[in-house]
C-alpha cells in the first residue's frame, strides 16, 4: 500500500516569496492533516479536513497561509509572502476516518513532509 | 484541553541497556495516546498506542508502553537498546475538542544509543 506522498521533498526560498506544497494521501483516507514541525519542536496542527471540507483551521495562520483538498483527495498547502520564522518541515498526513465512523484513537499516518528554508 | 509533557529532551543509552522515554498527560477525560518515531529526514512512523484497552501496550520494534492513570504517565521502554533505535520520539494524545480529531504532540525526545 503506497503512504502518504508529498513534493516537493526541499525547497529554498527568499522572504517575501511564495511557496506551495501538495499532498497525495493514503488511497481512501477521508482525513487529511497538515502539521508544521520546527526544527527542535514536535508537530503542530495547522489545518484538518474531512473529504473536502474544513474540520479545524484555528491555528492557520490565515493571512499568509491557505490550504485546499478541492476534489477530497490531494491537498495543496501555500505560504505568501513567506517569512523567515516559516522555516520548518511541512508535514501531511492521512487516517481512514469517514462519515459515521469511530472519531478518535485512529492512526494517522504521515509522509516524509516538505522542508522549508527561508532566507 | 489534553496536552503532553516530555520528560528530558535528549536520553543517551547504551546498547543493550533499558530504554526509558518518559511521558504524562494532562487530560480531563479519558485519553488516546500515542508514541511516534521520526527517523532522521523522514515523517513519523507509529511505535504503538493506547485507546482504553489493555494498559500494557505493546508495539513495534520491541517497544511497550503503560498507561497509568493515577501517574498521568504513558513512559516507553525496550528491554535492550538497539543502534538502530537511535532517533526522536514523540508521545502524543487526541484532541478531544469539537472541532477535530487530530493529534497533539509533545517536544520529543532524541533517543542516543552508543556502542
Known amino acids: 500500500e503506497a503512504g502518504v506522498a508529498q513534493s516537493p521533498r526541499y525547497k529554498i526560498i527568499e522572504k517575501r516569496q511564495s511557496v506551495a506544497f501538495w499532498c497525495n494521501p493514503i488511497?481512501?483516507?477521508?482525513?487529511l492533516y497538515w502539521y508544521q514541525q520546527i526544527l527542535g519542536q514536535g508537530p503542530k496542527l495547522l489545518i484538518q479536513?474531512?473529504?473536502?471540507?474544513?474540520?479545524?483551521d484555528s491555528q492557520l495562520p490565515k493571512d499568509r497561509f491557505s490550504a485546499e483538498r478541492l476534489k477530497g483527495v490531494d491537498s495543496t498547502l501555500k505560504i505568501q509572502p513567506a517569512k523567515l520564522e516559516d522555516s520548518a518541515v511541512y508535514l501531511c498526513?492521512?487516517?481512514?476516518?469517514?462519515?459515521?465512523?469511530?472519531?478518535?484513537?485512529?492512526?494517522?499516518?504521515f509522509g516524509e513532509g516538505s522542508w522549508l528554508t527561508v532566507v | 484541553a489534553q496536552s503532553v509533557t516530555q520528560l528530558g529532551s535528549h536520553v543517551s543509552v547504551s546498547e543493550g541497556a533499558l530504554v526509558l522515554l518518559r511521558c504524562n498527560y494532562s487530560s480531563s477525560v479519558p485519553p488516546y495516546l500515542f508514541w511516534y518515531v521520526q527517523y532522521p529526514n523522514q515523517g513519523l512512523q507509529l511505535l504503538l498506542k493506547y485507546t482504553s484497552a489493555a494498559t500494557l501496550v505493546k508495539g513495534i520494534n520491541g517497544f511497550e508502553a503503560e498507561f497509568k492513570k493515577s501517574e498521568t504517565s504513558f513512559h516507553l521502554t525496550k528491554p535492550s537498546a538497539h543502534m538502530s533505535d537511535a532517533a526522536e520520539y514523540f508521545c502524543a494524545v487526541s484532541d478531544l475538542s469539537q472541532a477535530g480529531t487530530a493529534l497533539i504532540f509533545g517536544k520529543g525526545t532524541t533517543l542516543s544509543v552508543s556502542s
Open positions: 479536513f474531512q473529504n473536502n471540507g474544513v474540520v479545524d
Open positions: 488511497s481512501g483516507h477521508a482525513t
Open positions: 498526513a492521512s487516517s481512514l476516518p469517514g462519515e459515521g465512523a469511530p472519531l478518535f484513537g485512529n492512526t494517522i499516518y
